[in-house]
């Protein structure tokens, strides 16, 4: 049987300049294809799938959709798309602060996932939809979900719909191995199917054994397509895309040297004692101890929703449970009178839920500056002198290039390494890095375990969090594992 197109894509240029490829698009999608959409942060792979479904106005070209019968059909018929930002929507984070997470009123308030979807998408979801199952969440609010499983919701949400073709824009970021394990059988049952999958990947070694082609992107330009098998071979391609800038730059961080006499006298970052979080039935944590002696390196493990972002939360003071429990932090007794912010200020913070919080229209140098002050956007100015640090910080991270750019108007992947200076700008004494490498292309991933190897190296405490073993930086020698609550 020959195939057939079912998306096609012919010297398109978007009307607007600043979402624009360096030249006109043309690729087309055939019936048993399974596609790879592969390049560096920034490089344009988002801008790709947006224009191919439409997101932007052009102003030469077109876009093509077709049916089983090769009639011509909708774009929005035919392809649905996931991606990380579509979580915001779902836990509107748009109408929350980051903190609010913690705070949870009256249960009414907050959705379950089984409140957004209708009795027929609960019905095909127990069944066990496609061996992807999710039922273990249903009853679960959405606030309290982790990362991990908003994607897989989001996955499993965007097929209920029936889609001939599926974007899935980095989907193995946030899930541990098991989960990623499923998702590739899950993309096999998909392809059996009849439905085409196009992924949006950041790394070579994430492409599963699905794919038959790959498109390379560099600079907003669209490489000659190649069989799977060609690109994975092709390692000057390879390199060419994906550059080692670990090898090439020097690390020498932004730090001032300190005084003798302002080194810290703590013994314990933080010293927690039977900790137990539950909300409503759902018990999260419980009887968990964990001493953690300044200048410690921890890795935190665990699977999906078994607790790791509660328990930070308890130690960066944003879960209220923390007056609850029997926590000391900086040699300091929780409740005793200490602010809040006094803590926030000892602690450089990541994590995937304040990136979706973190969602503004502001200058990226802003977004950076603003970790002096602890605060979702910036609310106060900074110093030339802390200006200067911020762009410094950028700098080392290569996107100094950034730093009027809005923080909207960015790569997810951009938008983390902002973030990401972000943590380190104030010096802090602690570093907590949940999934910090998340939506890292293999070059920034490089990148950013050497900064981490090196801020440490001192009397530096880090807690680490990641479901890759790889991730892990070789400084870490001490390691957390937590069980999800039945």
Not at 122 to 148: A, P, Q, R, T, Y
Not at 270 to 290: C, M, P, Q, R, T
Not at 387 to 403: N, S, V
């Amino acid at each position: 049987m020959s195939q057939r197109a079912i998306l096609k894509i012919s010297e398109a240029t978007t009307r607007l300049q600043q979402v624009r490829f360096s030249a006109p698009i043309s690729w087309e999608l055939k019936t048993g294809e399974q596609w790879a959409v592969i390049g560096r942060n920034g490089s344009g792979k988002t801008l790709f799938t947006d224009t191919m479904t439409g997101k932007y106005a052009l102003s030469a070209g077109e876009i093509l959709c077709f049916d089983e019968n090769g009639e011509k059909a909708s774009v929005y018929a035919t392809v649905k798309s996931v991606a990380f930002r579509d979580i915001y929507s779902i836990i509107d984070a748009g109408n929350s602060y980051y903190q609010q997470r913690w705070n949870k009123g009256v249960a009414e308030e907050v959705p379950s996932v089984r409140h957004l979807l209708s009795e027929e998408d609960i019905k095909s979801i127990e069944s066990g939809f496609g061996g992807f199952d999710i039922s273990d969440l249903m009853d679960k609010e959405v606030n309290l979900l982790s990362s991990g499983e908003l994607r897989k919701f989001l996955i499993i949400r965007s097929l209920l719909a029936r889609p001939r073709v599926l974007i899935l824009d980095n989907p193995y970021i946030g899930l541990d191995a098991p989960s990623r394990l499923v998702l590739n059988h899950f993309f096999e049952h998909l392809a059996q199917s009849g439905i085409s999958l196009i992924l949006v990947l950041s790394n070579p070694g994430d492409i599963p054994d699905v794919i038959t082609h790959v498109l390379p992107i560099q600079g907003k330009k669209l490489l000659p397509a190649l069989s799977k098998d060609d690109f994975l071979s092709n390692k000057s391609l390879i390199d060419k895309l994906f550059p080692d800038k670990a090898k090439s730059k020097e690390i020498g961080l932004p730090i001032k040297e300190g005084k003798e006499d302002s080194k810290p006298t703590y013994t314990d970052v933080a010293l927690l004692k039977n900790i137990k979080v539950k909300y409503g039935e759902s018990i999260i944590i419980d009887g968990l101890d964990w001493q953690i002696a300044r200048g410690d390196k921890w890795a935190l493990l665990g699977a999906n929703g078994s607790g790791k972002s509660t328990l930070l939360s308890l130690i960066y003071g944003d879960n209220p449970q923390g007056y609850a429990n029997d926590i000391t932090l900086f040699d300091r007794k929780r409740g005793s009178g200490e602010s809040i912010w006094d803590i926030k200020n000892r602690i450089g913070y990541i994590s995937p839920e304040m990136h979706l919080y973190y969602m503004k229209n502001i200058r990226c140098i802003d977004i950076v500056g603003s970790g002096f002050f602890d605060t979702i956007g910036l609310y106060r100015k900074c110093s030339t002198e802390q200006e200067a640090i911020a762009l410094l910080w950028m700098d080392l991270l290569g996107i100094g290039h950034l730093k009027d750019s809005s923080f909207l108007h960015i790569s997810s992947g951009e938008q983390r390494l902002v973030l990401l200076a972000r943590v380190f700008v104030k010096d802090p004494e602690l570093l907590i890095l949940d999934e910090p490498l998340h939506g890292l292309d293999m070059a920034n991933k490089r990148l950013v375990k050497r900064i981490v190897e090196t801020f440490c190296t001192c009397d530096k405490t880090l807690i680490y969090v990641t479901h890759y073993e790889s991730e892990i930086p070789g400084i870490v020698d001490k390691r957390m594992v937590l069980t999800k609550k039945k």
